[in-house]
């Protein structure tokens, strides 16, 4: 298979189950891999980490030694993205055997954790799967289960992030009535331009086809499932969340809700992005993209696919 090259760097995949990075060429990065994503390889940014802060590129073991110094990690993802999913594998792997840390992920919901409680380092394949039941929950486990036997491998206990269906009917219908006070006691963070922002978005990740009536309570969902994962986090001194990039948004996400509910604590977020015909370099990166983490990551793009025309064919034949 072609040697990918970022920069003047070779780049070479070793493993389809998990990223090795290797002692990079100053002062570019050198990410021993070969994308599994094929559109876009060539873009300028793909491989590199960037520092929002000053907009400059660090290297992956400088990444890590900046991400062990926080108390919180939210690493952000595209879910459909194979190559996000080993970055993340990755970084994980270097990052917890730092200290001991909680493992939250967006894609098990708060009634699992009885369950997922008692995996172990020891835990067949058979028991993870059974007490994460991704599949069955449209997440899909090739992968997500790698993160978790990631996790569990280097001790990590496996912290459910995300709500029950029950829960997500209750708030679309009423709100927070009835609703753990406790978990869900940050909800009132998000207001004013912030809220008016995050129903915009969820109208346009919608493709302008959302009701206006169901905009407001699917904004009210969204923040529920920040202010959960911001409970779950908070409930260690070291913790990492998995969840899509809108979630960790240090603007509007999870961030919010940790500094209310921890306001002493270090939280530092990592999205895992795809590139963009709108920015080549580092520079041309817009102030909305940079406040949005703390670092970004970008890789090459999965797909082409037009999400909307899929919507308005699926809401036409409904």
């Known amino acids: 298979m072609p040697l990918i090259l970022v920069r003047s760097c070779a780049v070479l995949f070793v493993s389809l189950v998990s990223v090795l ?26 491989g590199d980490i960037v520092r929002t802060s000053d907009r400059r590129r660090v290297q ?12 919180y990690v939210l690493i952000g993802e595209k879910h459909d993205n194979p190559d996000h999913h080993h970055l993340q594998n ?50 899909p486990s090739k992968y997500y289960m790698p993160l978790v036997q990631t996790g569990l491998t280097k001790g990590a206990a496996i912290v459910a992030g995300n709500l029950p269906k029950d829960d997500l009917m209750k708030i679309y219908r009423k709100g927070f009535d009835d609703l753990d006070p406790n978990r869900f006691s940050t909800a009132d ?16 990740q919608h493709c302008d086809m959302l009701p206006a009536t169901q905009t407001a309570p699917m ?25 899509g990039n809108y979630h960790v948004n240090k603007e509007n996400g999870v961030p919010l809700h940790l500094t209310k ?7 530092l977020v990592i999205q895992i992005v795809e590139v963009n015909d709108n920015y080549e370099t ?3 990166l817009n102030a909305d993209k940079l406040n949005q983490a703390d670092f970004l990551w970008f890789t090459p793009r999965w797909s082409d696919k037009d999400y909307c025309e899929d919507m308005k064919r699926h809401t036409q034949k409904q």
């Open 90 to 139: 990755w970084i994980l792997t270097e990052l917890l055997p730092e200290t001991k840390y909680h493992l939250v992920l967006e894609m098990l919901n708060y009634d699992q954790q009885d369950t997922l409680s008692q995996l172990t380092s020891n835990s067949l394949t058979e028991e993870i799967s059974e007490a994460t039941n991704f599949d069955q929950a449209g997440w």
């Open 282 to 284: 580092v520079e041309l």
């Open 219 to 243: 904004a009210k969902i969204q923040i529920a499932k920040d202010a959960s994962m911001a409970f779950s986090l908070s409930q260690n001194d070291k913790a990492v969340l998995i969840a």
């Open 261 to 267: 509910r921890s306001p002493t604590k270090k939280t």
């Open 60 to 71: 992956p073991e400088q990444l890590i030694k900046e991400l062990s110094s926080a108390n």
């Open 21 to 46: 990075l290797i002692t990079a060429c100053s002062p570019y990065i050198q990410t021993q891999m070969l994308w599994q994503s094929a559109l876009s390889v060539d873009h300028s940014l793909v």
């Open 189 to 204: 963070v998000v207001t004013g331009e912030q809220l008016t922002a995050l129903e915009q978005e969820i109208h346009s």
